[in-house]
C-alpha cells in the first residue's frame, strides 16, 4: 500500500515519459514565445491543441478496444459542416444543432461499430470504407467552405475564465467528470479486457460485441465534439479537414503510450501525446528556423519521439518477448 | 483442400466486379465496351497497380506501409529534377537515380520497424512527415522545376503495338511479383511472418532481413509508380501522392489479402487496381458529383469485403 503512489506514476513509463516531455516543450514554448506566457498566448496554444486532443481521444477507444478508425477524421468533418448549417440563431436552436450534431458523430460511430461487429471486418479497412462515405456526404453538405457558427457561442469555447483557457477547462471536465468515472464502471473495465484479450473477455462473460460497438460509439461521439470544436476556432465549415486529423491522431496517442494491440493506455496519455504534437508544431513556429525547414525539423522530432516511445526492444531480455508486443 | 479454392474465389471477387461495372456502364454509354477505352483504363489503373504491388508484400507480413505518397512524391521530384537538367547523362540516371531513392526509404523504414519494432502504422506515417519536409525544404514549397526524360514520358503514355507501355511495365512487374512470392523462399517466408513471427524467427528465418526485403520491395515500387506518374505529368507537384494512398490499400484488399498478413493473392491485387480504376473512371463519365463518388466507392468496398466474408464463413463450415 505505501507505494501505491509510485506504482501508478510507474504503471505506464511511456505515459510518464510523455508527461515530462510536455512539460519541457511548453516550457520552451512559453520561455521563448516573443510575448512570453501570457493568458493570449497559453489560450491560443489550448485551443489548438484541444482540437487534436479530442480527435486522439475519438482514436483511443477505437484503439483500445484493438481497432483503429480511418474515419475519425471524416466523421469530425461531417460534423463539423453539419454544425455550420444548424449551430446558430437562438438559444434553443444552439442547443438543438449541438445536439444534433453530436447525434451525427455518435451514429456514424455505431454504423461503424456495427459493420465491424456484424460483418466481421477488421476495423481499419472497415472505417478505410466508411471514411470515403462519410466524406462524401460532408461533401454533399457543403461543397465549398463556408456557413456560419454563432460567434458568442463560439467565443465562449474558445476564450478564457479567470485567465484559464475554456479549452484547458473542456479538457479538464472531460477527464474528471467522464474518464476517471468511466474507467470504474463495468464497461470501462471490459473496454481494458476486450483490447487485452478478446478471447479471454468473451469467456469470462463480457458482451464483447456490445463493448466494441460502445467504443466505436464513443469514438464517433468524440470525433463529433472535435468536428464542433473545429467549428467554434474557425466559426466556419469545411469537408476537407478529415485526412490530416485521422493520420496526426494515431500519431498522437502512440506519443501519449497508447499501445495500438490495444488494452493499454488512458485517456489521459492520449491527450498528453496530442498537446505534444501541437506544442512541437507551435514552437516550430517562434523556433527562429527557415520557414521551409520547419516540416522537416517537426517531422524529425515527431519520428525521434515516437522511436524512444518506442524502442523498450533495447531492454528486453530475451529475443523472443519482441514478438509478444 | 478448401483453403487454396476459397482464396482464388476471394482474388476473383475484383475481377468480376471489373467485369460487372464495365457491362453496367455500356448500358448507359456503349464506348465503354470499346477497345479503346479499355486499354486507356489499363494504362491508368497501371500507375495504381505498381503502388499496390508494393503495398501488398507489406500487407501480406502483416505491417502497412503509409510513407507510399512522399516516397512517390520524392521519386517524382528526382527523377523529373535529373531529366530538366537536360544532360544527356543525368537524363539517364534519372529513373536508376528515383528507384534508388526508392529502396533508401525502404531501408530506413525497416530499420524502424524490424530493428526497433515500433509499429508500422506510426513509423512509416513519420517516415512519410519527414519525406514531406525534405520536400518543401528541397523545393522552397513550390511545384519542383524540371521535367520528364523522353524515356519516362515513352513508358508511362507511349504505346507498343496498340498497348499502353505502362500496362506493359505493370505485366512485367507482376510476373517479377508472381515469381518472387510463388517460385522463391522469400516469398514462403513472407507468408509465415503473416501468419506468426515467431514460430518463422524459431524455425531459423532471418526474419528482420525478409521484412527489411519487403519494405526495400515497397519502396522501389512506389518509386516505379512515381516515376511513372511523373512521366504521366510531365512533372511533379506538390502532394501529388496524397490520392493515392486510400486506393492503393483498398485494391490490395478487396483483391482478397488480410489486412493482418499472411494470407493473400497478388492477382486480386492486380484485379483490386482494375475495379477502382474503372468504377472511379465510369463515376466520373457519368458526371457523379465527387461527393456521391465517395459514398458510392466507400459502400462498395463494404459490401465487396461483406460478401466476401460471409462466404468465407459458409465455406468454413
Given at each position: ?15 510518464l ?9 511548453l ?6 514565445h516573443?510575448?512570453?506566457a ?10 489548438q ?22 474515419s ?7 460534423c463539423?459542416?453539419v ?9 434553443l ?17 455505431i ?6 461487429v ?6 481499419i479497412?472497415a ?7 462519410y ?9 465549398t ?8 457561442l463560439?467565443?465562449r469555447m474558445?476564450?478564457?475564465v479567470?485567465?484559464v483557457?475554456?479549452?484547458?477547462i ?5 477527464v ?10 463495468g ?20 458482451p ?39 493520420l ?11 499501445a ?5 493506455g ?13 506544442t512541437?508544431?507551435?514552437l516550430?513556429?517562434f523556433s527562429?528556423?527557415p520557414?521551409?525547414a ?5 517531422g ?12 523498450d526492444?533495447l ?11 | 483442400?478448401?483453403?487454396?479454392r476459397?482464396?482464388?474465389l476471394?482474388?476473383?471477387?475484383p475481377?468480376?466486379g ?33 503502388l ?21 512524391g ?11 537538367t537536360g544532360?544527356?547523362?543525368w ?7 528515383a ?25 512509416t506515417?513519420a ?11 528541397f ?16 513508358l ?8 499502353p507501355?505502362?500496362?506493359l511495365?505493370?505485366i ?16 514462403r ?15 531459423g ?12 520491395i515497397?519502396?522501389l515500387?512506389?518509386?516505379l509508380?512515381g ?8 512533372q ?16 490490395v ?9 499472411g ?9 483490386g ?18 461527393a ?12 465487396m469485403?461483406v460478401?466476401?466474408n ?5 465455406t468454413?463450415?
Amino acid at each position: 500500500m505505501s507505494n501505491a503512489w509510485s506504482d501508478r506514476l510507474l504503471g505506464n513509463p511511456r505515459e510518464l515519459f510523455a508527461a515530462v516531455f510536455l512539460a519541457m516543450a511548453l516550457a520552451l514554448y512559453l520561455g521563448t514565445h516573443p510575448s512570453g506566457a501570457s493568458t493570449y498566448v497559453l489560450t491560443i496554444w489550448a485551443n489548438q491543441a484541444t482540437l487534436l486532443a479530442l480527435v486522439a481521444m475519438a482514436q483511443f477507444f477505437a484503439v483500445l478496444v484493438r481497432g483503429l478508425d480511418l474515419s475519425v477524421g471524416a466523421i469530425m468533418a461531417l460534423c463539423n459542416v453539419v454544425a455550420s448549417h444548424l449551430v446558430s440563431g437562438s438559444a434553443l436552436e444552439l442547443a438543438f444543432g449541438s445536439a444534433t450534431v453530436l447525434l451525427v458523430g455518435l451514429a456514424c460511430g455505431i454504423v461503424n461499430g456495427v459493420i465491424i461487429v456484424y460483418g466481421r471486418l477488421q476495423p481499419i479497412v472497415a472505417t478505410l470504407a466508411t471514411a470515403a462515405i462519410y466524406g462524401g456526404i460532408a461533401l454533399w453538405v457543403r461543397p465549398t467552405p463556408g456557413g456560419i457558427i454563432d460567434y458568442d457561442l463560439a467565443d465562449r469555447m474558445t476564450l478564457d475564465v479567470a485567465g484559464v483557457p475554456v479549452a484547458l477547462i473542456i479538457i479538464a471536465g472531460i477527464v474528471l467528470l467522464f474518464w476517471l468515472p468511466l474507467k470504474r464502471t463495468g464497461f470501462g473495465l471490459s473496454l481494458y479486457a476486450t483490447g487485452s484479450s478478446e478471447q479471454a473477455a468473451w469467456q469470462s462473460g463480457t458482451p464483447v460485441a456490445a463493448v466494441r460497438i460502445g467504443a466505436f460509439a464513443l469514438a464517433g461521439l468524440f470525433a463529433g465534439l472535435a468536428g464542433t470544436y473545429v467549428g467554434f476556432v474557425t466559426t466556419t465549415g469545411d469537408a476537407g479537414i478529415g485526412p490530416n486529423f485521422t493520420l496526426n491522431s494515431i500519431a498522437a496517442i502512440v506519443l501519449g503510450g497508447v499501445a495500438l494491440r490495444g488494452g493499454v493506455g488512458s485517456l489521459i496519455g492520449a491527450i498528453i501525446g496530442a498537446f505534444i504534437l501541437k506544442t512541437i508544431s507551435a514552437l516550430m513556429f517562434f523556433s527562429g528556423l527557415p520557414p521551409l525547414a520547419q516540416p522537416f525539423v517537426e517531422g524529425l522530432i515527431l519520428a525521434l519521439a515516437i522511436a524512444i516511445g518506442g524502442a523498450d526492444v533495447l531492454r528486453l531480455r530475451n529475443r523472443l518477448e519482441a514478438f509478444e508486443r | 483442400m478448401n483453403a487454396p479454392r476459397r482464396l482464388d474465389l476471394d482474388a476473383a471477387m475484383p475481377w468480376l466486379g471489373s467485369i460487372v461495372v464495365v457491362l453496367l456502364g455500356s448500358l448507359v454509354f456503349p464506348t465503354f465496351l470499346s477497345l479503346e477505352y479499355l486499354l486507356t483504363q489499363t494504362q491508368i489503373a497501371a500507375f495504381l497497380g505498381v503502388l499496390a504491388a508494393g503495398a501488398m508484400v507489406v500487407i501480406l507480413l502483416g505491417h502497412i506501409d503509409l510513407s507510399v505518397p512522399w516516397t512517390l512524391g520524392w521519386a517524382a521530384i528526382v527523377s523529373t529534377t535529373l531529366a530538366g537538367t537536360g544532360d544527356p547523362l543525368w537524363q539517364a540516371f534519372a529513373i536508376p537515380a528515383a528507384l534508388a531513392v526508392g529502396a533508401v526509404i525502404g531501408v530506413i523504414n525497416g530499420v524502424g520497424v524490424a530493428l526497433f519494432r515500433i509499429p508500422s502504422m506510426v513509423w512509416t506515417l513519420a517516415v512519410n512527415a519527414i519525406l514531406l519536409g525534405s520536400s518543401v525544404l528541397f523545393t522552397g514549397g513550390f511545384n519542383p522545376k524540371g521535367e520528364a526524360s523522353p524515356l519516362m514520358s515513352l513508358l508511362a503514355t507511349g504505346r507498343s503495338f496498340g498497348v499502353p507501355n505502362a500496362f506493359l511495365v505493370w505485366i512485367a512487374l507482376s510476373v517479377l511479383l508472381l515469381w518472387l512470392l510463388h517460385r522463391t523462399s522469400l516469398g514462403r517466408y513472407l507468408i509465415a511472418i503473416g501468419h506468426s513471427e515467431k514460430a518463422t524467427w524459431l524455425s531459423g528465418v532471418g526474419t528482420t532481413s525478409v521484412t527489411f526485403v519487403a519494405f526495400v520491395i515497397a519502396g522501389l515500387c512506389s518509386a516505379l509508380g512515381g516515376v511513372l506518374l511523373a512521366g504521366y505529368a510531365n512533372q511533379a507537384y506538390q502532394s501529388m501522392g496524397d490520392p493515392y494512398l486510400m486506393p492503393v490499400i483498398a485494391a490490395v484488399v478487396i483483391g482478397g489479402t488480410s489486412i493482418l498478413g499472411g494470407r493473400g493473392s497478388y492477382i486480386g491485387t492486380v484485379g483490386g487496381a482494375l475495379f477502382i480504376t474503372l468504377l472511379t473512371s465510369i463515376l466520373s463519365v457519368m458526371q457523379i458529383g465527387e461527393a456521391f463518388r465517395q459514398i458510392v466507392f466507400g459502400s462498395i468496398i463494404i459490401i465487396m469485403l461483406v460478401v466476401q466474408n460471409l462466404r468465407r464463413r459458409e465455406t468454413s463450415r
